[in-house]
């Protein structure tokens, strides 16, 4: 079974810290992807990658950054914590030779609360 | 824009079927994906279709009209473990996945 992990389940910041937030799958996938969901909303694609140190905008990157320095690791960094980044953040992975179905395996989110 | 439309919220009985519909208008399509997410977990994936027609996966059946937009997830038999929300999901031409905000299911005994 693929296991996407996400180091933390709730998280309490202060406006204005970094936050980090890490992402670490266990089946050897090239994507893997950041998102944000907010009630009423669809899940909204912060940061994609499809390899090793490559990274791409998705669409809401505003406020954001990304690191993915080994291939079973993708980091979501928030440079300077505000209020409206208040949400529930997934990551998740597929595999590029799947990249016309995508079928994407989802962490179990990370609940992140700024104060 | 990209847009897709499924009902915020839907109850039935344990038991019962129970069809959960999604209208999409995305900028072209490679695909269209059913995820089921239980409160505070992580989605899973249910289906994905392609082509035009039913696709059936023991109780769960997914249904995709292109010309029409529009997808069903039909679940059977309904059990209580199926309360849950239900992602609709659209691959679009960039291989981008476009989500709706889900349809959260209740069931009732």
């Known amino acids: 079974d693929v296991k996407v992990t996400q180091s933390s389940r709730y998280l309490v910041k202060r406006t204005g810290e970094k936050v980090f937030l890490e992402c670490v799958q266990d089946?050897?996938?090239?994507?893997m992807f950041w998102y944000r969901q907010d009630p009423g909303l669809g899940l909204r694609l912060i940061y994609f990658s499809y390899d090793v140190k490559m990274k791409e905008k998705g669409d809401i990157p505003e406020g954001y950054s990304v690191s993915r320095e080994k291939k079973e690791r993708f980091s979501l960094i928030l440079e300077s914590a505000s209020t409206n980044q208040t949400s529930m953040y997934l990551c998740?992975?597929?595999?590029?030779?799947?990249?016309?179905?995508?079928?994407?395996?989802f962490g179990a989110g990370t609940r992140l609360s700024v104060l | 824009g990209q847009n897709i439309d499924q009902p915020t919220e839907m109850t039935a009985t344990e038991g019962a079927i129970v069809q959960i519909n999604c209208t999409y208008q995305?900028?072209?399509?490679?695909?269209l994906f059913w995820y089921q997410q239980h409160a505070g977990e992580a989605p899973t994936f249910l289906s994905y279709n392609v082509l035009d027609g039913l696709e059936e996966k023991g109780r769960f059946s997914s249904f995709l009209s292109r010309s029409k937009g529009y997808s069903y997830l039909l679940l059977k038999e309904l059990q209580m473990k199926d309360s849950a929300s239900y992602l609709c999901?659209?691959?679009?031409?960039?291989?981008?996945?476009?989500w709706g905000a889900g349809t959260k299911l209740i069931i009732k005994p």
């Open positions: 999901a659209v691959l679009d031409s960039n291989y981008q996945l476009i």
């Open positions: 998740a992975s597929s595999l590029m030779a799947d990249l016309a179905k995508n079928i994407q395996y």
């Open positions: 995305t900028s072209g399509f490679n695909g």
């Open positions: 089946m050897d996938h090239e994507n």
